[in-house]
């Protein structure tokens, strides 16, 4: 949740994380025992040793949704209370999809298409962990603004700052500074903060501290024990929060540290779901993001909870593993509701408890139903979420590179089970990739900048590019969904794989008139 609202108020950075934990234990519990539905065949949760948490899929929909509504001057909460609702409007597509037969769902979204949309997931995710690792996600998108201008000895950010400029020779110009704002600013800068420590966006303070957690990430792949690699990502970023613990930031005498314990001090003793609350609304144009998002983590449970029917020793074509299959996906459907209701993003079935039931053997849906009363009671009290929010972010976007770029690779591996010497596959992969990899790493093709919302030359609702008078409402919604749809690389990517599977035809079997020379002969 912190990535798509980026609350500044740390109570409520506080209790995003409670209520993620507590929402992850409590479906993860209900998962895993399996609820049978009165009256039909039909059952709620897989039944097995599967894990929900909060899926890193909707995190592009959820910053760019929140994003266009800040601009448009919807507050930051209510904007969050309206994507929270139309998640309980869509969540209901996955509901659907556990109704039909796993066969036909597969024959619909092949491995090349589903694997097309985790590689976009983790690539577009990987852009917003590297923000985090240079100091922060709005001081990053701001970092423009330290470019100004470069004339002259001290003129490097004239152009930024308050008040009006000067020029050459020290004379009042009568033209105003860019405010180096939204963000932290310092020296006239805008920088980005960690604890007590202001320093530009990208400052070799910010990136060594991600690289700690990189380098012990690294260390433990080759040192440690099985156990210790299967809690790689914990012992990392345990080791980075150490890191910045023990570090400050001097100038003369004056020492800043880079974590102080004004969250931990805040946070409450316990907590619970719904001591915040938000106006639950209805935001259109992520309508269509959010139904492919569903789509796309309808696909991975099916493959998450065949692989833990493989790492438990268990039949996959048995009828168990067809009634699992479909109260994973009711689960994760269900569950994406209630989390909603409890203030949460959508809840899925995580992956990588796969690698545990392999190392330990334990494949028990106690140590499941363990596990989620241990989310639920982290969740609840509310000093261990104080902690969480006082790591940098430095420190988290070092983490989280790694975690969203190992999205990115599954998605590889799933599309590595296709035919790429297949003419078809081939063409299908790189239209979709290019595209969507492309408004990845240019966003700004068909979105708008940070603090400058509707003035994109694609779809200008203000501004320069504008012919006339402002966007109305209802343009306004119809364009912010199509530049939305557009500017998030699975949605487009996606979309765009799923038309070249459809339309495509096969490859034509290449048929040999004579049979082939034999080696050493013309």
Known sequence: MKFSVNFGDADLQQYAIAASLIISGICTIINCVQLPIPGTKFVLGTGVLSVLGTSFGFLPVFEAGIAAMKADGVDPEDAYGKMLGTVMVCCFVEIFLAFIPRDALRKAFPPLVTGIAMMLIGAGLTGTGMKYWGGGAVCADMNWKNHQDTRGANSVYDLVGFGTMSDENGTDTGIRRIMPIPGEVCGGKTCCRAGDVLLPFGSPEFIGLGFSVVCMLVIIELFGSPFMKNCNVIMALLFGYFVAGVSEKCEGSTCASYVVDDKIESAEAITFLWVKTFKLGFYGPAV????????????????????????SEEDTESEEFDKSVQGGLLSDGVCSFFSAIATGMPNTTFSQNNGVIALTKCASRRAGTAAGIWLMFFGI???????????????????????????FVSGLKVVAQSDLNSRRNRMTLALSMGLGLGVAMVPSVVGDYRDSYGTTAFWPCRGAFRDGSACSDSERAIRDGVVIFLGTPYCIGTVVAIIMNLILPKDMEIVRADPPAEAGKA
Request: charged share 10%.
């Open 381 to 407: 009290l509310a000093k261990i979420s104080g902690i969480i929010s006082s790591i940098p972010d430095s420190v988290i976007g070092g983490m989280t590179t790694f975690l969203f770029c190992n999205v």
């Open 288 to 311: 269509f993001p959010l139904i492919i998002a569903f789509i796309v983590t309808t696909l991975e449970t099916i493959g998450d909870i065949g692989a833990v029917y493989d790492a």
